[in-house]
C-alpha cells in the first residue's frame, strides 16, 4: 500500500543536511587548469537544463551539467566536436571554439513527436485503444488488489553531498585523508554520508487490517545525526513506494499524477514508439509527456504486454521540479512481474533525487554547485498471495508492529552475499568504512552537531549536551532580559537514564529561575518512560502544555522565544510565576496507541501587571493538583525512538489524543475539587495536488478552577504566523471552560500562480486559511480569582480568515489576515499581515 508519507523519513533527513551544505559552500571552488565553460539552455523557456550528458567526439573524456546547466571541460586535442544529449531533448553536435575563447552557450530543443499522428477522436487509433485496454485491466493488474500476501524485501538508501570543491579537498579535514572523497563518473568528487541496507520479511492483511515487519538484517553506516534518524514504527519496510497503477503518485509534501491514472489523457501526450514479441507475447513501448508545462507530471516511457495489458517497466522523470524546492531532478524507476505467470505484483523499485540546497549564485559563476544526491532502492522476491494461516501479532489488538529479530544488527558479510536480493557494487562496498572514517573527523563532527542541535535544540558536548538553544536569550517586560543556561546527559553517559537542568536570570526583576528532572527508559520492546521534574518559570498567558499535542515535535509548551521577541509588536507583559512539580508514566502498548499518566502539583503567582483579585482583595497565589490519562491514537505512522529522543515523522491519518483528568484547587485556605476532558485531532489530506491541514480542539471543566488553569486562546501579539493561534486575537482577551477551536489550512501548491508567466517562475503557492473558536465560561470561577479587565463574554464565535503566498524565495510565507467577527474591544486588529520563515520542500 502507498503512503502518503513517502519519502517522509527521508525528507526529515534532508532538512538536517542544509546546515552541513551551507556551511561545505565556501569550501567549492573550480581548479585552475585550461578548461571550457559553458552552459546548456532550453530553447522555448530559456531555464538551464541540468544533467546534460557531454561527450568529447572520438574520446573517452566528458561530463555533464550540474543543476544550473553550467558544465566545465578539459578543451581536447584530438577532436573538434562536442556531443550534448539530455533525456527528452533532441541532440546537438557542437564545434569547439577557438582555444582563447572560455565560455559557450549551448540551446537545446525538446524532442517533439510528431503530433498529428497521434491526435485521434476518442475511438480510433492504436495508442487510443491501447490506452483504453491498459485501464480497462487496471484494477485487476494492480499489485494492491489483494487482501492478503506476504514478501520478502530488500532495501538501500545512500546520500551523499555532490561536487565537492577542491578548497575543502584541500582543507585541513580532508588533506591526510583524501581517500575519504570519492570521485564520480563525472570525474567530480563527492562526499559519502550514509548507505543503509535492510532485509525484511512482510506479511499484510487488508481486511481486517494486520501488518507485520520482521527485520531479518540490517546495516547502517551514517555520518552522525543521519545515523540516528532511522525510522521505525510503521517503517520504510512496510511502504510499497511508488504504486504508478494509482491516479496520483505522493512524493514528499505533493501529489504528482500518475501516467496511468483515469484521466491520463487530460495530462499526457501519449507515443506508440516500438513494440517486440518475448516469448510469443507483444511488448509495447510508449512514450509519455506533459500536455501543458509547469503542471505535476511525469516525462518518459512504460512497457506494456498484450496478454494481460499490465505494466512490465515504467521510467519516468519529473518534468516539473520547481515545484518542489531545492529538488533539481527526480528520477523513478518501477518494475512489475507476475507471480505464478499470472498475478502481476511489484517487483524493483528505485528512486534517485538530486537538491540543491543553495537558494542563491556562488560569485564563482563556473563553480560547479554543491548538491545532496539521494537514492533508494527496494526489490521484491518470493511474494505469496493469499498465504495460509494467521498474521500473527505480539499485541493481539494491534494493527501493525515490526519486529527486528535480535541478530539482525549482527549479521556477518557471509549472510549478507547469501540473502542480498541485488549484489553490492564495489563503490558501495567502498562506502561504509569511509563514512566511518568521516564521522571521526573534529569539523564534520562539529557540523553534524550543529545539524543534531536543530532537531534536539540540544549541543553535543560529548557526555553531556546543551541547550534548548532557544531560550539562551529572551525578552519581556516582566522579567527585562532574561538569560537562561541549560544542560543535560547525553548518551555517553547513558542510553537509559538523563538527567537535565537549568538555570535562568532575569534582569528587570533579579530574580533566579530553574529546572531539574530525571528520567528513565525501560528496556522494552515498545517505549516506555517514566520521568520526574520540576520547573520553576514565567509562562505566558493562555500557556499551557496541550499545544503540545498539536506540535508533537516542539522542544517546549512555550511560544515565547528569540525568533517571537525579534517580530513582537507589543511589548510582552502577560506574564506569570509557575512553579510545577510532575511526575510522568508514559507507556506503549503497540503502535498507535499510548498513553501518558501524570500526576502535577501546580502553583500560579500573582501577575505583576494583571494582578489575582477576589472581590477586590489581592491574591498571592492559587495551585492544584491534578492526576491526567491521555490516550493518542495513530495509525501506519512513521517515528524516530532513539534513546529518549522520540519525534513522529508523520501518517495519513489522523493523530487523536482524548485527555480526562482530576484534581483539587487550593486557594484561601480552602479547597474544591474540578474534573476536565479534553480531545485534539489533527491530520493532513491530500486531495489531488492540493493539500488539506485540519486540527481541532475540544474540551471542558467541571467544578471551579483559577481562570489561568482554564483555557485561554492563544492569541497573537507579534507579527509572526502561528498555523494554531488565533494571530488577531490579543493574548488575554478570553476565558474560557468549555471550548471548541478549529484551525484550517489548504495549500494549493502553486495551481494558480503557475498559470500565471510573470508569477510562474517564481515557484509562488498559494495558501488559504480558516479559524473558529466557540467558548463560553461560568461566573463560577471568580470565586477564586476575578477575571482579569481585558477579558470579556464571547457574544459571537470568533471566526478569522486569511488568503496568502508561501514559498517566497522558499523560506518564507506572508499571508493577509481578516477577523470577521466579533469586533475587539480592547484594540485588536480586525486585519493584520503576518510572516514566517519556514524551509519545507
Not at 581548479?31 to 546548456?40: C, D, R
Not at 486559511?769 to 465560561?777: F, I, R, T
Request: glycine residues 6%; charged residues 25%.
Amino acid at each position: 500500500m502507498p503512503s502518503q508519507t513517502l519519502l517522509f523519513g527521508s525528507r526529515s533527513r534532508f532538512t538536517t543536511i542544509f546546515i552541513l551544505l551551507l556551511m561545505l559552500l565556501a569550501n567549492t571552488v573550480s581548479g585552475q587548469q585550461k578548461m571550457l565553460n559553458g552552459v546548456v539552455t532550453d530553447r522555448y523557456t530559456g531555464d538551464p537544463i541540468p544533467f546534460v550528458n557531454i561527450i568529447i567526439k572520438h574520446s573517452t573524456i566528458g561530463t555533464t551539467t550540474d543543476t544550473l546547466g553550467r558544465f566545465k571541460i578539459p578543451f581536447p586535442k584530438l577532436t573538434d566536436t562536442l556531443a550534448f544529449s539530455a533525456i527528452g531533448y533532441l541532440a546537438v553536435n557542437k564545434l569547439i571554439p577557438r582555444e582563447d575563447m572560455s565560455f559557450m552557450e549551448i540551446i537545446m530543443s525538446e524532442e517533439v513527436f510528431d503530433i498529428q499522428e497521434v491526435e485521434v477522436s476518442p475511438d480510433e487509433g492504436p495508442m487510443r485503444e491501447l490506452f483504453n485496454h491498459i485501464m480497462a485491466r487496471k484494477e485487476a493488474n494492480n499489485p494492491d488488489q489483494y487482501n492478503k500476501f506476504s514478501y520478502k524485501k530488500y532495501t538501500q538508501w545512500e546520500y551523499q553531498i555532490n561536487n565537492v570543491g577542491e578548497k575543502l579537498r584541500n582543507s585541513r579535514a580532508f588533506r591526510n585523508n583524501p581517500n575519504l572523497l570519492k570521485m564520480g563518473e563525472d570525474s567530480t568528487h563527492f562526499l559519502p554520508l550514509y548507505f543503509s541496507e535492510q532485509l525484511v520479511f512482510n506479511e499484510i492483511q487488508k481486511v481486517p487490517s494486520k501488518m507485520k515487519s520482521t527485520v531479518l538484517a540490517d546495516r547502517t553506516n551514517g555520518v552522525g545525526v543521519l545515523n540516528d534518524l532511522e525510522i521505525s514504527g510503521y517503517t520504510s519496510a512496510l511502504d510499497m513506494e511508488v504504486n504508478f497503477y494509482d491516479n496520483h503518485i505522493p512524493l514528499f509534501t505533493q501529489n504528482f499524477v500518475s501516467p496511468l491514472s483515469n484521466n491520463g489523457w487530460y495530462y499526457y501526450k501519449y507515443f506508440l514508439a516500438d513494440s517486440v514479441s518475448v516469448d510469443g507475447v507483444m511488448h509495447y513501448r510508449v512514450h509519455f509527456q506533459p500536455r501543458r508545462r509547469g503542471e505535476n507530471t511525469f516525462k518518459g516511457h512504460f512497457i506494456t504486454e498484450n496478454k494481460y495489458y499490465s505494466i512490465v517497466e515504467i521510467d519516468g522523470d519529473l518534468s516539473n521540479t520547481s515545484g518542489i524546492n531545492f529538488l533539481r531532478k527526480l528520477h523513478l524507476n518501477s518494475e512489475y512481474y507476475f507471480v505464478n505467470d499470472s498475478t502481476p505484483f511489484y517487483k524493483r523499485n528505485k528512486i534517485d533525487a538530486l537538491f540543491d540546497y543553495i537558494p542563491f549564485e556562488t560569485r564563482n559563476q563556473d563553480a560547479k554547485r554543491l548538491s545532496l544526491f539521494y537514492t533508494q532502492m527496494a526489490t521484491i522476491d518470493e511474494v505469496v498471495i493469499d498465504p495460509a494461516g494467521e498474521i500473527k501479532l505480539n499485541t493481539p489488538k494491534a494493527k501493525y508492529e515490526t519486529i527486528k529479530l535480535p541478530e539482525a544488527l549482527e549479521r556477518d558479510s557471509a549472510y549478507w552475499r547469501m540473502n542480498r536480493l541485488e549484489p553490492l557494487t564495489e563503490s558501495q562496498i567502498l562506502l561504509g568504512q569511509a563514512i566511518d572514517s568521516i564521522s571521526q573527523i573534529r569539523q564534520v563532527n562539529t557540523v553534524n552537531n550543529l545539524a543534531r542541535m536543530s532537531v534536539t535544540s540540544y549541543y553535543d558536548l560529548g557526555k553531556f549536551e546543551i541547550g534548548p538553544f532557544t531560550s539562551f536569550y529572551n525578552t519581556n517586560k516582566v522579567e527585562g532580559s532574561k538569560l537562561f543556561f541549560g544542560a543535560r546527559t547525553s548518551e555517553e553517559i547513558s542510553t537509559r537514564f538523563m538527567v537535565w537542568g537549568g538555570l535562568g536570570y532575569s534582569t528587570r526583576n533579579e530574580k533566579i529561575s530553574g529546572m531539574l528532572g530525571a528520567g528513565y527508559k525501560f528496556k522494552t520492546i515498545y517505549r516506555q518512560v517514566f520521568k520526574l521534574s520540576y520547573d520553576d518559570k514565567m509562562i505566558r498567558h493562555g500557556e499551557n502544555e496541550k499545544i503540545l499535542y498539536l506540535y508533537e515535535n516542539a522542544f517546549t509548551a512555550t511560544e515565547n522565544n528569540l525568533v517571537s521577541q525579534l517580530l513582537k509588536n507589543d511589548p510582552l507583559d502577560e506574564m506569570y510565576r509557575e512553579q510545577k512539580i510532575a511526575a510522568q508514566y508514559e507507556k506503549e502498548w503497540y503502535p498507535g496507541l499510548m498513553n501518558k499518566l501524570m500526576l502535577n502539583y501546580t502553583r500560579h503567582y500573582s501577575p505583576e501587571f494583571y494582578p489575582f483579585l477576589r472581590n477586590g482583595e489581592p491574591v498571592g497565589s492559587v495551585a492544584a493538583a491534578e492526576i491526567s490519562l491521555d490516550t493518542r491514537f495513530s495509525r501506519e505512522e512513521k517515528v524516530v525512538d532513539k534513546g529518549f529522543l522520540r519525534l513522529y515523522m508523520g501518517s495519513d491519518f489522523p493523530i487523536i489524543h482524548f485527555t480526562v483528568a482530576a484534581g483539587q484547587a487550593y486557594y484561601n485556605n480552602e479547597r474544591s475539587y474540578y474534573g476536565r476532558v479534553a480531545s485534539t485531532i489533527a491530520q493532513e489530506v491530500y486531495m489531488g495536488m492540493a493539500r488539506f491541514d485540519y486540527a481541532l480542539e475540544a474540551g471542558a471543566w467541571l467544578g471551579k478552577l483559577p481562570y489561568t488553569m482554564l483555557d485561554i486562546p492563544r492569541g497573537n501579539e507579534t507579527y509572526g504566523l502561528y498555523s494554531y493561534d488565533f494571530n488577531l486575537m490579543n493574548y488575554l482577551e478570553f476565558v474560557h471552560d468549555k471550548y471548541f477551536h478549529a484551525y484550517m489550512e489548504y495549500h494549493l501548491n502553486g495551481f494558480f500562480f503557475r498559470r500565471v508567466p510573470i508569477l510562474k517562475r517564481a515557484n509562488f503557492r498559494e495558501v488559504f486559511s480558516a479559524k473558529l473558536l466557540v467558548g463560553s465560561v461560568s461566573d463560577k470561577h471568580q470565586q477564586i480569582v476575578s477575571f482579569p479587565v481585558p477579558v470579556h463574554d464571547m457574544e459571537k464565535p470568533y471566526i478569522e480568515l486569511g488568503a496568502g503566498v508561501e514559498n517566497i524565495l522558499s523560506m518564507a510565507r506572508i499571508e493577509a489576515l481578516w477577523r470577521v467577527q466579533p469586533k475587539s474591544v480592547i484594540g485588536a486588529p480586525q486585519f493584520g499581515i503576518r510572516a514566517r520563515f519556514e524551509i519545507v520542500l
